[in-house]
């Protein structure tokens, strides 16, 4: 199986920060990496594919890249409608995985 | 828009079965691989199954195989997962969710998931 390992898995930010996300995969799954978020109560939200192609109502403050086993998820300018859990996953090979999941808190 | 609507959950004792649904609208049902996904309280998320969109090619995840059969009826537009020799490690809110593009390639490898269900709970316990 391929392991997504996220760091960190918790950070504290405010409205405004830059804030950066890491994703590594133990094997190389070439761009074939997804984002997604998760907010308490609710069904994860899809946000990034293809490892830095937004997803069609994403704000473009999200953006993404790497390849291969490096990724990163990057948000500009954090909103206070972005504090949630973040996920990537790898959709190159079974079973698909997920990261453990960065949840992004208030400082 | 897409919708994705999962039924069935509820609380069952280790050994037993239970049948999640998840009725789809919104789109061509019958033209996109199917995902189940679970999160058990308070933890990350799990892929367990995928069929494809003629129901042809399904994969699982090792800890359910053989246990878990997922399967698809795409002229009630409707999604299934039976779940039989129900452990307490299958305790979690299961999610259906949609690939993103039509692909007649292996299920959900080389596209993502781009909707997902709010998901019903599923309780093992005795």
């Known amino acids: 199986d391929i392991q997504m390992t996220q760091s960190p898995s918790s950070l504290s930010a405010s409205v405004g920060d830059r804030v950066t996300i890491t994703c590594r995969a133990s094997?190389?799954?070439?761009?074939?990496l997804a984002w997604l978020q998760q907010k308490p109560g609710k069904g994860p939200k899809s946000l990034i594919y293809?490892?830095?192609s937004l997803q069609s109502g994403v704000p473009s403050t999200f953006s993404a890249s790497g390849s291969g086993t490096d990724f990163t998820l990057t948000i500009s300018s954090l909103q206070p409608e972005d504090f949630a859990t973040y996920y990537c996953?790898?959709?190159?090979?079974?079973?698909?995985?997920f990261g453990g999941g960065t949840k992004v808190e208030i400082k | 828009q897409v919708q994705l609507v999962e039924s069935g959950g509820g609380v069952v004792q280790p050994g037993r079965s239970l049948r999640l649904s998840c009725a789809a609208s919104?789109?061509?049902?019958?033209?996109?691989?199917m995902h189940w996904v679970r999160q058990a309280p308070g933890k990350g998320v799990e892929w367990v199954a995928v069929?494809?969109?003629?129901?042809?090619?399904?994969y699982y995840k090792d800890s359910v195989k053989g246990r878990f059969t997922i399967s698809r009826d795409n002229f009630k537009n409707t999604l299934y997962l039976q779940m039989n020799s129900l452990r307490p490690e299958d305790t979690a809110v299961y999610y259906c969710?949609?690939?993103?593009?039509?692909?007649?390639?292996?299920?959900?490898?080389?596209?993502?998931?781009?909707?997902w269900g709010l998901g019903t709970l599923v309780t093992v316990s005795s």
């Open positions: 919104g789109f061509v049902f019958s033209s996109y691989g």
């Open positions: 996953q790898q959709y190159n090979s079974y079973p698909l995985t």
């Open positions: 969710a949609k690939d993103r593009e039509i692909w007649f390639g292996p299920p959900g490898l080389g596209v993502d998931i781009d909707y």
């Open positions: 069929i494809s969109y003629n129901g042809k090619m399904k």
């Open positions: 094997q190389g799954i070439s761009n074939q």
């Open positions: 293809a490892a830095s």
